[in-house]
């Protein structure tokens, strides 16, 4: 009975662990796409200056 019992607790640790993991790697990737599109902006926004001076 406890053995079982540990073994499910070790079951949702590790699911949770996997979870917050999974989470924090979307997070990151989120954040250097959000940078990718503001450098991206800022390319542009400095092509355009250029363009119109």
């Not at 540990?6 to 993991?21: A, K, M, P, S, Y």
């Amino acid at each position: 009975m406890s053995g079982a019992l540990v073994q499910g607790i070790g079951t949702i640790f590790n699911f949770l662990l996997r979870l917050l993991r999974d989470t924090v790697i979307t997070l990151r990737i989120a954040a250097i796409t959000q940078q990718k599109r503001n450098t991206g902006a800022t390319k542009n926004a400095a092509a355009n200056y250029v363009y119109l001076t």
